[in-house]
């Protein structure tokens, strides 16, 4: 048989790991609004920020300027365990669907954890190692990235203590002894063992909880600590975009190696990490005039900060303790029906993103769950990866833009990121193989009654 000119996987060496990640913000002409001091409501300073983030991490949130920041040695060894994460040629999903397009997509799920969140975890435990601290205090929703800041924290000697959404610490017992396992202590949010989590226990009885509600609690408890904890978040924030650039510039690099370019490049997005990682050296071409590209955030219905939100300041989390970032926002009041895509449950969207998003370098589409799995099902029947719910939000639009090559006859070069597996989501794939899933798309009425809680704005 003729060998494909294209393998299936594309792998780069170990030596061919990138040893920086890519600022974008310092090709960003026009950039992302600053974090604002909600105390103070200016933009906040580096001192005031490394209460809250180790120093180093705090420097890398400010800097909008340095265009390569070089990767710690020990980062890059311990990223060998799993990466360079392959590039895959969906050729069997693209004879599937008779399309003329050229369907690639990145694959994070290669690592226990699951998911691209390991990427960011073990740079912020690493930066927390350094400055001598006890532990780190964090949230999880559907619990990868708890699982992948256990992971980091075991490797580097770390306490680590994760506050789990409530419903997802019911309805995922087995992510909760797999953080377990790696040393960490799991705590259901919201809890009664800090001041913001008993009074939203008090607000709203029987909650099942929110992320930005865990995030309070998890900042508070590094807050409190005495200065032995800080809290590290696992999306958002412009460090973890940062960190997460791994994704695309492997990407790019594999794709340069075969001299392919593509024409739309698809994401999922909750927080907006791992779609800020995969696109920004795309994105940062454009910027530069060198290139152009079709950007395609994807969200879920039920949480359609780009789609339906406002730009504007908004608070990070619930418990209105982090500082406050310009945004596409629902209100950090807005607590999601309980869609299974636990992960994309944000009420927010990464600075950076937003910005991107506003300037016009970036399209976003909302999709609803029962097409999202309907999509996933589909996928791994054919590719053999079981998707996350999360990472199936950007398999349903790729292959949305595959059926419309399919009518034009285009074959247009399709990349999409795979963030990650779904062996813990077998809850939602069991409602959708019974037929039981419904999609819930949250009434005009309800987006108004969120947005009227948010903040006062700064006047910069
Ligand atoms: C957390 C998560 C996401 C969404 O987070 P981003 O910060 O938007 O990338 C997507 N996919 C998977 C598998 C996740 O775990």
Aim: net charge negative.
């Amino acid at each position: 048989m003729e060998e494909k000119k294209i393998p299936y996987k594309i792998y780069l060496k170990e030596d061919e790991i990138p040893r920086q990640w890519y600022n974008v913000r310092a090709d960003m002409k026009k950039k992302p609004a600053p974090l604002v001091d909600p105390d103070t409501m200016k933009p906040i300073t580096l001192d005031k920020l490394s209460q809250v983030f180790c120093r180093e991490l705090a420097e890398q949130e400010l800097d909008d300027t340095t265009p390569y920041i070089d990767i710690p040695e020990e980062l890059i060894d311990f990223y060998k365990m799993y990466r360079p994460a392959p590039l895959v040629r969906a050729y069997c999903l693209e004879k599937e669907l008779g399309t003329p397009a050229k369907i690639y997509y990145k694959f994070e799920g290669n690592n226990t954890s699951g998911s691209h969140k390991l990427n960011s975890a073990i740079a912020q435990a690493y930066y927390a190692k350094q400055q001598g601290l006890k532990g780190v205090t964090t949230e999880t929703g559907a619990g990868q990235w708890g699982t992948a800041l256990s992971m980091a924290c075991s490797y580097f000697g770390l306490d680590c203590k994760v506050f789990m959404v409530k419903v997802s610490y019911e309805q995922k017992p087995h992510r909760r002894e797999v953080m377990r396992t790696y040393g960490a202590s799991v705590t259901p949010s919201p809890s009664m063992t800090t001041e913001v989590g008993r009074k939203i226990f008090e607000e709203h009885p029987g909650t099942g909880g929110s992320l930005g509600c865990a995030i309070s609690e998890a900042v508070e408890a590094a807050m409190t600590s005495g200065g032995e904890y800080r809290y590290v978040l696992g999306s958002v924030l412009n460090q973890v975009l940062l960190h997460q650039t791994i994704i695309g510039l492997e990407t790019k690099a594999a794709l340069d190696k075969y001299g392919v370019k593509p024409d739309i490049i698809i994401g999922c997005a909750g927080g907006g990490s791992n779609l800020g990682g995969l696109i920004s050296p795309f994105v940062g071409e454009m910027l530069r005039g060198e290139a152009d590209y079709r950007i395609i955030a994807v969200e879920p219905a039920s949480c359609p900060s780009l789609t339906r939100g406002k730009y504007v300041y908004d608070f990070c989390d619930t418990g209105k303790i982090c500082p406050m970032a310009k945004m596409y926002t629902l209100g950090s009041g807005f607590i999601p029906s309980s869609s299974h895509a636990g992960g994309l449950r944000y009420h927010g969207m990464s600075s950076t993103l937003s910005e991107l998003y506003d300037q016009g370098l970036m399209e976003a589409r909302s999709v609803e769950q029962t097409s999202v799995f309907a999509a996933a099902v589909q996928f791994a029947r054919v590719e053999g990866i079981l998707p996350a719910p999360e990472s199936s939000h950007a398999i349903r639009v790729a292959i949305d833009e595959a059926m419309k090559c399919k009518k034009t006859g285009e074959e247009k070069t399709i990349v999409f990121g795979l963030t990650g597996t779904g062996y813990f989501d077998m809850f939602a794939y069991e409602r959708f193989n019974n037929g039981q899933m419904s999609d819930y798309i949250p009434t005009d009425e309800e987006i108004a009654k969120f947005a009227a809680t948010l903040p006062e704005q700064p006047e910069l």
